[in-house]
């Protein structure tokens, strides 16, 4: 019979673990735990999300990041052949979630919606990155334990599901041995992503007792083998001798899982399966064919749609309030969730140009000024025609917007009121990758709004609740990069003037918008009058390219960089430069030879 419970310290003891396991699978005991990244900024203060109107003055320095990622360039890191350890890692959420649709199909995860809501959503430690949250608690082993008990009783709940999980053999009476030795191979291959140890084989075999029911037979097997770590985790422990010393080259099912997840977040196809069996992936011939081949897939193109939302934050946004000033404000404009969603889509639409269409670069995405938006509302808060999706693709007027900064989904906020240190704080810290910490001692109003005063523009409010020396040596690098943005207001219209609201709604002023500003920017002074100036200016920093290339490196290896990944992030930042192609970027970093390998004792 199966346990109705699982306490986290029998289960949770195993799965957070960093070691070679004993005992049967899922009944071990392992020493060590993999970390979770420390915490970043709060949603409120990263520049992005947080609830509707919430424009804390001084929000962007207080979310400075708390994890272990280093500034600087990654040559300033020092360029060594010694990459930094990847900890053991469960799989995420999107993960855990693709790679049971893989084993059972659609339709079995689709009656799990009550079970799979248990799960919460990885992020809740506030990393940029979803999938960086490797934390492990008993919420986590109360759904994986509610998830694996109804799954495992669905797929074996009838003759007919049973005979499609394990063949016709396993509705015979009596059961034949062979029929369960077959199961245990095949499937178990299946959910380990490698075949099984014939002591891994032995010990699941030895649990199960085929004069028990049929059904009960195979019910407890899936259940045991997905509650295993072998399955909850990404395993890494194989592996031979690589040329540098202290570092292994994986074996070919560890290296065709690692390649599957980092493309497409879930687990290897049969083709991949095939590759690493007949050993042609650990070729570099066959492992170049494999790369083009799972970097081509529509699930790539998805996984780096998900990169770009997450980094752009652009899944946090706590929609628009419902109050006289907004609704003055918006001119007829119907604010809603739908409207955010096209927004949203004009950025996937744009970034799918220039990584698939187009094989353009990062600078022509920090500059382009071409119409990507579909959506005829959000052509509409534009003043342009929307693109029809064809060859020929529209411009916005001279002068107005340049690429990914002055679109929409990235200037949108919950009320009529923009927030330049919010906005400016976002490319600081997201764009730049320069961090503030927080000063300990911020005055006791730091994070409220400006007071109102309609004859004043909100760059001048925030100008003025700035400017005291104790505020001043952060703001002095936030404002500029937020200010020249103040020419595209709450919904990221273009204007050269603002209109200021009072809470009843009533138009108390209108005042000239000034973009013009000096921006610091490493250990350059450059002054921009507009936001084509400003995506030129951000274009043509070296810490922009920098910034990417840390910034894929944690999404797609879910940890920080450390001092001996300065190589890798270098090997990006060279490709993302100048007019380096950012779909090739993007694609080389699995042909780093650090991609294949791992730390010699690493997990």
């Given at each position: 019979?199966?346990?109705?419970s ?9 799965l ?5 396991l004993e005992?049967?699978p899922g009944?071990?005991?392992a020493?060590g735990g993999?970390?979770?990244n420390?915490?970043g900024?709060s949603s ?5 999300g ?8 001084s ?28 900890p ?7 993960s855990?979630v693709n ?13 799990l919606?009550?079970?799979l809501?248990q ?14 949250d490797?934390?492990v ?8 334990y509610g998830?694996?008990?109804a799954?495992?009783?669905?797929v ?9 999980l ?22 178990g ?8 140890t ?19 037979v195979?019910r407890?097997?899936v259940?045991?083998l997905?509650?295993?770590?072998q ?25 065709a899982?690692?390649?599957s ?6 687990p ?5 399966v ?18 083009d ?9 998805a996984?780096v ?10 899944e946090?946004?706590?929609g628009f ?29 744009m ?7 187009s094989?353009g670069?990062y ?11 579909q ?8 003043g ?16 107005q ?14 009320n ?7 906005r ?7 764009v ?13 109003d ?12 909100t760059r ?14 952060c ?10 943005l103040e020419?595209?207001d ?7 003037e ?7 709604g009533t138009l108390?002023?209108t005042v000239?918008?000034d973009?013009?500003?000096t921006?610091e ?5 450059v002054?921009?009058n507009d ?14 390219a920098?910034?990417l ?5 944690r999404f797609t ?16 930042r060279?490709?993302v430069?100048g007019?380096?192609?950012?779909r ?20």
């Amino acid at each position: 019979m199966i346990r109705t419970s699982v306490s986290i310290g029998l289960l949770l003891g195993v799965l957070g673990c960093s070691g070679n396991l004993e005992g049967p699978p899922g009944s071990g005991t392992a020493t060590g735990g993999a970390g979770a990244n420390g915490k970043g900024g709060s949603s409120a203060s990263s520049g992005r999300g947080g609830t509707s109107g919430g424009n804390g003055a001084s929000g962007g320095a207080s979310g400075a990041s708390g994890n272990s990622g280093t500034g600087g360039t990654g040559a300033a890191m020092g360029c060594t052949d010694e990459p930094a350890e990847t900890p053991l890692r469960r799989l995420s959420r999107l993960s855990y979630v693709n790679t049971l649709e893989a084993l059972f199909g659609d339709a079995a995860i689709d009656g799990l919606s009550a079970e799979l809501a248990q799960l919460f959503p990885d992020g809740e430690n506030e990393s940029v990155f979803t999938a960086n949250d490797v934390r492990v608690t008993q919420r986590h082993v109360d759904a994986w334990y509610g998830i694996t008990n109804a799954l495992s009783r669905a797929v074996t709940s009838d003759a007919d599901a049973l005979e499609e999980l394990a063949g016709a053999c396993a509705t015979e009476s009596p059961l034949d041995q062979s029929c369960v030795e077959g199961f245990v191979t095949s499937f178990g291959e299946r959910v380990f992503r490698r075949p099984l140890t014939s002591a891994e084989s032995e010990r699941t075999l030895e649990l199960f007792d085929t004069a028990q029911p049929s059904a009960e037979v195979f019910r407890g097997i899936v259940f045991t083998l997905l509650l295993s770590p072998q399955f909850l985790y990404q395993f890494e422990t194989e592996g031979t001798p690589a040329a540098t010393a202290g570092r292994l080259r994986l074996s070919a099912h560890e290296l065709a899982a690692r390649l599957s997840y980092h493309f497409w977040q879930a687990p290897p196809d049969a083709a991949l399966v095939r590759a690493a069996a007949d050993g042609s992936l650990l070729t570099d011939d066959g492992y170049q064919s494999e790369v083009d081949r799972v970097f081509s897939d529509p699930r790539t193109h998805a996984t780096v749609s998900r990169f770009f939302r997450e980094w752009l934050g652009l899944e946090g946004f706590g929609g628009f309030v419902n109050t006289p000033a907004f609704t003055a404000f918006a001119e007829g404009t119907d604010a809603d969730v739908a409207l955010y969603d096209d927004m949203v889509g004009e950025i996937e639409d744009m970034v799918g140009h220039y990584v698939w269409d187009s094989d353009g670069s990062y600078a022509a995405l920090l500059t382009s000024n071409l119409v990507f938006t579909q959506s005829s509302r959000v052509a509409e808060l534009y003043g342009v025609s929307p693109w029809d999706g064809g060859a020929d693709i529209p411009s916005f007027p001279a002068g107005q917007r340049s690429g990914l900064l002055t679109r929409a989904a990235l200037l949108v906020e919950g009320n009529e009121v923009t927030n330049p240190i919010k906005r400016g704080a976002f490319v600081l810290r997201s764009v730049l990758c320069s961090d503030l910490e927080p000063p300990s001692d911020l005055p006791p109003d730091a994070l409220t709004l400006p007071p109102f005063d309609p004859d004043m523009s909100t760059r001048q409010r925030f100008e003025a609740k700035t400017s005291p020396q104790e505020c001043a040596g952060c703001h002095v690098m936030i404002n500029p990069l937020g200010f020249t943005l103040e020419s595209f207001d709450a919904l990221g219209r273009y204007r050269t003037e603002e209109r200021v609201f009072d809470d009843d709604g009533t138009l108390a002023n209108t005042v000239p918008v000034d973009p013009v500003t000096t921006l610091e920017l490493g250990s350059d002074t450059v002054v921009v009058n507009d936001a084509v100036e400003y995506g030129e200016a951000l274009a043509a920093r070296p810490e922009a390219a920098d910034c990417l290339a840390k910034q894929y490196f944690r999404f797609t290896y879910r940890r920080h960089e450390a001092m001996g990944d300065a190589c890798t992030i270098a090997a990006i930042r060279t490709r993302v430069e100048g007019a380096g192609s950012l779909r090739e970027a993007l694609r080389s970093v699995a042909l780093e030879p650090w991609f294949r390998e791992k730390v010699e004792g690493a997990q």
